[in-house]
């Protein structure tokens, strides 16, 4: 059983943060694959509803509910899913930024040594005095509904898509209700800043760069981590593995597409085992 760094906050004001999870089966690795190897903030929420089985007492996890996961516990939740799909240790190779180098590195590392930070204060909402004249501000953190609102604003401007994301956060400033995005531009650059810190202080957090010597010139190189990107990344890749494993199950038991991609990838690959075994000792008579 694992536990959110996070939470999910429920409608009557409960937290839950004990989460069960299921493995990938075939139906899942088919729909990553054909993300492109990016994979959208839509499609991680939709994964998600089908992998978790439960959120401390919410159960099932339906699309809402995935949604409105912080936006690290959604990290968190897809780096034990890639866990229990390829196993803990990775191997990624990138070239050394140092300009007299510029060889190709290889980093290895193990996703159970990833540092993943928990929260700060934990609340549905938090509230803040702002510098100078502009009073209070309650806001809540950063969901995937945010991720899937403004991920095609933030790849035009990111700051436009900031300010976005504070008008969807912010839940009130001074004596008024939630601002626009008009007036959060208005604001001090100071109290802006004083919400985006506050924010970042509070939200739980998964380490997205990794550190490692270059073997070339022995620099350490910060090597940055995109769990979403290597996530779907990976499955993409594999997807020409996953037909050919669905053709020799078929072929040997006579099963159906629709049994075989509910196998997980552990299942699949253990009776692909059992098949080979069996090969090999017919072809040697023994």
């Not at 959110?4 to 729909?31: F, I, K, N, Q, S």
């Not at 504070?166 to 959060?184: I, M, Y």
């Not at 299942?267 to 090969?279: F, P, Q, S």
Request: glycine share 8%.
């Amino acid at each position: 059983m694992r536990e959110l760094p996070g939470g999910y906050w429920d409608a009557e004001g409960r937290l839950h943060r004990e989460v069960e999870l299921a493995a990938l089966t075939g139906r899942e690795e088919e729909l990553l694959a054909r993300s492109g190897g990016t994979g959208s903030a839509a499609l991680v929420t939709e994964v998600l509803s089908r992998c978790v089985r439960r959120i401390g007492a919410v159960a099932p996890v339906t699309p809402d509910v995935a949604r409105r996961l912080l936006v690290a516990d959604r990290q968190y939740l897809l780096l034990r899913l890639r866990e229990a799909a390829f196993g803990d240790l990775v191997r990624a190779h990138f070239v050394c930024p140092w300009p007299e180098c510029g060889e190709r590195v290889s980093l290895e590392f193990r996703l159970s040594d990833v540092p993943v930070t928990a929260g700060g204060e934990r609340a549905p909402e938090h509230t803040l005095t702002l510098p100078g004249d502009c009073g209070d501000v309650v806001f809540r953190l950063p969901d995937g509904s945010d991720q899937e609102e403004l991920s095609e604003l933030l790849a035009r401007n990111e700051a436009e898509a900031l300010t976005g994301l504070l008008a969807r956060c912010v839940r009130r400033l001074g004596d008024t209700g939630p601002p626009d995005a008009r007036a959060l531009a208005a604001l001090p650059s100071a109290a802006r800043a004083a919400i985006e810190e506050r924010m970042a202080l509070l939200a739980p957090r998964v380490e997205q760069t990794m550190e490692a010597p270059c073997s070339e010139c022995g620099r350490t190189v910060v090597a940055p981590f995109d769990i979403q990107r290597f996530f779907f990344g990976e499955l993409r890749t594999d997807s020409e593995l996953l037909y050919r494993e669905v053709h020799y199950l078929a072929y040997h038991y006579h099963w159906s597409e629709t049994e075989i991609m509910r196998l997980t990838r552990e299942k699949r690959r253990r009776y692909i085992d059992v098949i080979a075994e069996t090969i090999e000792v017919l072809n040697s008579g023994a």
